[in-house]
């Protein structure tokens, strides 16, 4: 009996240091999902008064100061031809979506750009089955097509004109998909720190002739906000990286969607956006389907790590 109450006592506690560690991870979530619904009313505040290659340059010259100490020390020790060809793709992925991004967010609303930007997760599982070998299996498949028809609910082409802001942000999705699987790749050869630094410095430095061409003269205050996008995107990669760690992703992904509520309330009551009900459905159902192969691929991988009976016996 006593045996049996210490493995109750314990099983209730490990329940409960499980529960807090969940409660952290959805508090880093939720700090995420405000980092990046910020990042997105700076720019929509700015409105396309610089060109979006020179908005995005100012911005990530701003984000590589954050980055010195991770990026020095590893330039020094330097990467093999293969590593450098990697940062080099991923630096021009990023260029050509931050750059559609950025002109995207001066064209259509907060919660449109925000939705639409639900179909990366969708490009990287697609990806990965057609360049990385990764299997889909039916309910993978399912999943996709049902994030697909989420995608087709808030752009509804064929039954409103579609603005070249809508064209851009979903060429802006797949080409943060194609970034990701390449730091995917980087990632079993160097640290994820380094794989952000330098994907920092290949953008800048990729955007610096495109910001260049088209330079205007900017005012101080639009250095500022721009440097305020810097901080928070950092922030929010931050915090991110601290909910992934604190909670499992089938606890924190979920959470995702609020940055879809929070970015159609700052449209309504900050920039007079119209409320669409079909970009909050067509949004849900793409997190919900993000939410579904993220909980299969965490499934996948407890019945990968638990060894078999047998493993266990001395």
Not at 256 to 272: D, E
């Amino acid at each position: 009996m006593r045996l049996s109450a210490k493995s109750a006592d314990m099983q209730h506690m490990q329940l409960d240091l499980e529960t807090r560690r969940d409660l952290i991870g959805i508090g880093w979530m939720l700090i995420t999902g405000l980092c990046f619904v910020a990042v997105n009313g700076i720019v929509r505040g700015l409105d396309g008064a610089l060109p979006a290659p020179q908005a995005a340059f100012i911005r990530f010259v701003f984000g590589l100061v954050f980055l010195v100490p991770v990026l020095a020390p590893a330039l020094r020790r330097g990467f093999s031809r293969r590593v450098w060809g990697l940062f080099t793709l991923r630096g021009g992925l990023h260029v050509i979506a931050v750059t559609a991004w950025f002109y995207a967010m001066s064209r259509i609303t907060v919660a449109e750009v925000t939705a639409i930007g639900f179909l990366n997760p969708i490009m990287v599982t697609v990806g990965a089955a057609l360049f990385m070998g990764e299997k889909l299996a039916a309910r993978r498949i399912a999943a996709v097509l049902v994030a697909l028809c989420g995608a087709l609910i808030v752009l509804r082409p064929g039954l409103r004109e579609l603005d070249p802001g809508h064209i851009s942000q979903v060429g802006a999705a797949i080409a943060f998909g194609a970034s990701y699987l390449v730091a995917k790749r980087l990632s079993d050869d160097v640290p994820a720190s380094v794989v952000v630094a330098m994907m920092s410095l290949t953008v800048a430095i990729g955007l610096l002739p495109l910001a260049i061409a088209v330079w205007q003269p900017p005012s101080l205050s639009q250095i500022g906000w721009l440097g305020l996008v810097a901080v928070f995107a950092t922030l929010g990669h931050y915090t991110m990286t601290r909910a992934f760690a604190a909670a499992p992703l089938t606890v924190t992904q979920p959470v995702t969607f609020l940055q879809l509520i929070w970015a159609s309330m700052l449209g309504v009551f900050v920039f007079h956006e119209p409320l669409d009900g079909w970009v909050i459905l067509g949004g849900g159902l793409m997190i919900g389907a993000i939410t579904y192969i993220t909980w299969r691929e965490a499934q996948k991988r407890a019945r990968t790590q638990t060894p078999p009976v047998n493993a266990t016996k001395a």
